[in-house]
């Protein structure tokens, strides 16, 4: 059990880590920053700061030092600087789940393995592969790069085989992943947190609407088609966590769909859709996945009042700012981040036992 006072260290400098340093301090911790970026919305609430890169093996050692144990706000630090890292100071989660998380191939894989409801895969080396695979797999499909990519960057859907060179092109010409279309009703979170004895607590799931490739809404409680298929997800996430002896929090993303649940894809750390835990739920995933590394007893993941509604403010929408703080049922999230361009994530809101405010623009 980390005492009061120890030091957790956080790999990345972005949202994720700034509310996770906001929980640490809660609990009586301090809080290092390591990121190559010159701009940290984290390193604002936080003790310490190192700006050197993922590469850089003193700095590591030395940030290693500083440190009591050591957790990452995001799936795609790179591998080799948390084994080293692992070889100087605990690491929660572990490598393994990294190694899994950055690549879609041994994701979908790996879930497979354990029993999960994929859609169709096939590795796309190379542009002669896209064919094979569209042949074995049929269209429409979806073609995203192994690594990398997120809201929706990195992908390309492809209606027919006559697509194959646009979507090859479009996705920078990169090994990939071409994934079955999957017909599904809604899009849905399972939210767990494994503590370091093994116990598992999960959140009640959301449903996800994302708009442009970019998570808009996270709402609960959901449809009753999410609600029947919840326990199967809770089910194969845990087999995931347990699997990967998994220590924190873990976020696997599903299709719901005539069929059952399908996994989507997971990240090895608090999640977007479960932002709104941090006002709508006993205890917050970042506070639980701080609870969780530093060995402390989870808290309760038990809902407070329904509806719930979480909105991000994406872009130009964080201009909205001002109007939903007169909405006296209305909780801001400003992550201080200073350049608004389109697609960026600056900010959510969130309504606990109220209806929501305007939809988004």
């Known amino acids: 059990m980390l005492s009061p006072g120890s030091t957790i260290g956080i790999l990345g400098g972005g949202q994720l880590g700034r509310m996770l340093g906001l929980a640490a301090a809660q609990l009586g911790y ?33 940030f290693a030092a500083a440190c009591d144990i050591v957790t990452f706000e995001f799936e795609n630090v790179p591998v080799d600087t948390v084994r080293f890292l692992s070889g100087h100071v605990a690491v929660h989660p572990g490598v393994r789940a990294l190694e899994i998380a950055q690549d879609r191939l041994a994701e979908k894989a790996f879930v497979a393995d354990l029993g999960g409801r994929t859609a169709p895969f096939a590795a796309v080396p190379d542009r002669a592969a896209l064919d094979s695979a569209l042949a074995a797999i049929g269209a429409p499909a979806i073609l995203k790069t192994v690594r990398l990519g997120y809201d929706g960057k990195g992908q390309a859907r492809l209606a027919s085989a006559d697509d194959a060179d646009a979507a090859w092109d479009a ?71 347990d699997a990967l002896d998994y220590v924190g929090v873990l976020t696997g993303e599903f299709f719901a769909t005539d069929a059952g649940p399908v996994f989507n894809e997971m990240a090895p750390r608090v999640h977007n859709s479960g932002h709104w835990t941090i006002e709508g739920a006993v205890t917050s995933q970042f506070e639980n996945h701080i609870r969780a590394i530093a060995g402390l007893p989870l808290g309760s993941t038990a809902c407070g009042p329904l509806p719930v509604v979480m909105r991000n403010l994406i872009g130009d929408q964080i201009a909205e700012v001002p109007d939903l703080l007169a909405d006296e049922n209305c909780h801001v999230h400003h992550y201080s981040k200073t350049e608004v361009r389109e697609g960026r994530k600056l900010g959510h809101a969130t309504w606990v036992g109220f209806a929501a405010g305007p939809p988004p623009a």
């Open 171 to 241: 996705i920078g010409r990169h090994a990939a992943i071409l994934e079955g279309f999957v017909a599904f009703a809604h899009e849905f979170s399972v939210i767990l947190v494994r503590g370091i004895d093994g116990e598992v607590r999960f959140w009640d799931s959301s449903v996800n609407v994302h708009e442009n490739g970019i998570l808009a809404t996270a709402s609960l409680p959901p449809p009753s088609i999410i609600l029947g298929q919840q326990d199967e997800a809770r089910a194969m996430m845990a087999k995931v966590a």
């Open 30 to 62: 301090k809080v290092h920053i390591y990121a190559p970026d010159a701009e940290s919305v984290a390193a604002e609430v936080t003790a310490h700061h190192s700006q050197a890169a993922w590469d850089d093996e003193p700095r590591l050692a030395a």
